[in-house]
């Protein structure tokens, strides 16, 4: 026993230096591999994301060019075609505008082409503004003084307040009248009618009036002002309807720029149409309608005016923003509304580029001319300076839907940590795998080790038994013969216990390399059994240890190799008493069950732990405690013992508890009829 701690400290020392060696192979090719994987696939992964963010900005930085770039031409195009233009008087059919130009003259309010012709202004299209600019208006020679017979109906309605004779002096002058004088006489008859409360009269010369060729009266068109009369008339008349249509016609005439008016008088008119109108709920949407093209147009108007005062490319106002294209001697210029181009224009470029993006043209100065500016920085937005000509620009661009770029490199991420998630947990499944099944042989080598030293001493003491009594038997000095005979029968116990521990060795070593071979047989169970528990409980008696045994007379036929068989139940048997001290008595119960037979081995013992009893099959295994230690054993008993019934069939369970005892179990199945037969 001195001896015995030697091998097995060598053992664990053996089976502990290929544990470590194996722990740093762990450590040094899979875990740092690993983790050095892993922190590069981080890193990889961020910088994919800064590549997508880089690929967007690059991105949106050509399409702000190419946006430029088209800007540039469409503008060159435009100054081109306005400095070329040549005709002021019908532009339409002589200058070929660009159709972005066409299309703003064809808006109301949203373009206008000016061309200089002597001291006045030529206007395309015509009626485009709302006023002549100041700069221009210029008062028109009025038709020629008064005649004798003008100046006597005047007198009568004016100093003598005869209307009636007036009247008749009015009708008679115009009677006689030439064109050019005639609607200065009907303004003046009309007015008188007025005056002496003959309203219906007086509506019919403003009527003829409106329909006279025009002429000036006071500077003002002479069919305008009998517009404005007839309008004024009906109010007074409380005619509403009449009011609504009269104002709304004149509203329409005016704002179509049907007379050229200086801004202060058109103002007037417009704001005595508004107020007309106003009265009138019926033409309330088509006068909304007219309101809102007579604010673009009036809009356009001042832009004009203040392009005039001082030509230059962009002009700003309250109305919004103009761009005017312009040649300076003789004077050209197409002043555009940005309004207009930011609506029509801009997004048909945009839409050029292909996907869907919002942009914004600025001037130097910061003011959003086409797109509207967004409120807060959008994601994405890319800036990019542009000159063209002498003037400086930013395009702002950015995407329509950042989100599906946010979607996109999400999408990206995840899918970048999903295999990153996979290849760590397969790592670590990997380790723990490898741990297991590591520390798993690490163990069946040191129990092998102890293996060899317990089998050695197991080997040791029967021999050393027999070895001392054949030698006492040969000295002759035993010489009673109870005696000798209890000797030579100790000498046949140890040689049998030798022999089975040497079958039990050949049986593990055949059953690891696979080479066990059965021969099955139909048995008579209670026959077998009985001769089993016999031949141990003869062996027993010798140390005065009781076995009983509870085997019915009849048990169903299995069919079994007896001697292996015999074998298991024995290594349970010895179990029985070997894991017992001080407890007399194991017990042999057999039964027959559905299906097969049940063989029990009871003993009152030490029991074994439940993290134990999953153990003590496995080959080698020895459970803990003091007892295990000290009780000779190999660890292979039991192993033996599932590996013989589960090649007959059947199973091994065991119940136990410890310091109570155990019961192991062993169910085999009957033999088949016909093996039977
Ligand atoms: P050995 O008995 O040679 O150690 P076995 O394979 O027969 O090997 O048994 C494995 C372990 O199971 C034993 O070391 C012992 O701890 C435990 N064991 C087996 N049978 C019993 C029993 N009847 N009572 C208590 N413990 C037992």
Partial sequence: MAKDPSPRTAGRRLSLAPGRKLVGVFVLFILLPGAVLGIIALRVLRQEVAISRQRTRENLERRADELGRELEAEFRRCSEAVRSSVSPTSPNQANAFPAVLEEAFAEPGAGVFLAKSGPGLEVHPPGALSYVPASLAT?????????????????????????????????????????????????????????????????????????????????????????????????????????????????????????????????????????????????????????????????????????????????????????????????????????????????????????????????????????????????????????????????????????????????????????????????????????????????????????????????????????????????????????????????????????????????????????????????SPAAWLRKVASDFAAEMAVNGIPVEVSIPEELPPISADGQALGSAVRNLLDNAVKYSPGEKGVWLEAEAEAGGIRISVRDKGVGISESDRRRIFDRFYRAGGELSKRVKGAGLGLSLVRHIVAAHGGTIACESRVGAGSIFTIRLPSAPAIERG
């Fill in 139 to 523: 008062s028109r020679t009025e038709p020629g003084r008064a005649s004798a017979g003008l100046a006597r109906a005047e007198s009568l309605e004016l100093a003598q307040k005869d209307y009636r004779g007036a009247i008749r002096a009015y009708r008679a002058l115009i009677a006689t009248a030439g064109p050019g004088e005639k609607p200065g006489l009907l303004h003046r008859l009309a007015r008188t009618l007025r005056k002496a409360g003959r309203l219906d009269e007086s509506a019919a010369a403003y009527e003829q009036l409106s329909r006279a060729d025009p002429v000036r009266i006071g500077g003002l068109p002479s069919d305008l002002l009998a517009r404005s009369e007839l309008c004024s008339l009906a109010e007074e008349r409380d005619d509403g309807a009449g009011l609504a249509d009269q104002a709304l016609a004149f509203f329409v005439d005016l704002t179509r720029g049907t007379w050229s008016l200086d801004k202060p008088r058109y103002l007037f008119y417009a704001d005595r149409c508004r107020s007309w109108l106003s009265r009138s709920p019926a033409a309330a949407d088509e006068f909304e309608d007219l309101r809102a093209m007579e604010e673009r147009k009036l809009a356009l108007s001042a832009a004009t005016e203040a392009f005039l005062e001082g030509p230059r490319s962009v002009i700003s106002g309250d109305g919004g923003a103009y761009f005017a294209f312009w040649h300076e001697d003789p004077l050209r210029a197409a002043i555009i509304s940005t309004t207009f181009l930011g609506s029509s224009w801009w997004p048909q470029a945009l839409s050029k580029l292909g996907d869907d993006l919002r942009a914004v043209l600025t001037t130097a100065g910061g003011l959003a001319v086409m797109g509207s500016a967004p409120s807060e920085p959008p994601p994405f937005a890319v800036t990019r300076d542009l000159r063209i000509d002498d003037t400086a620009w930013l395009i702002q661009i950015w995407p329509g839907r950042p989100e599906a770029i946010f979607a996109d490199i999400k999408q990206r991420r995840a899918l970048s940590l999903a295999v990153l998630g996979l290849v760590a947990v397969l790592i670590v499944f990997g380790s723990y795998a490898t741990i297991r099944i590591v520390r798993r042989e690490l163990e069946i080598a040191r129990l092998r080790a102890d293996f060899v030293s317990t089998v050695s001493h197991e080997f040791r003491s029967p021999l050393t038994g027999i070895r001392q009594l054949s030698g006492m038997l040969l000295d002759g000095r035993v010489t009673d013969p109870a005696k000798q005979r209890g000797y030579y029968q100790m000498i046949v116990q140890e040689s049998d216990r030798l022999a089975r521990l040497v079958e039990n060795v050949l049986d593990f070593s055949r059953m690891e390399e696979g080479r066990q071979e059965y021969r099955f047989e139909t048995l």
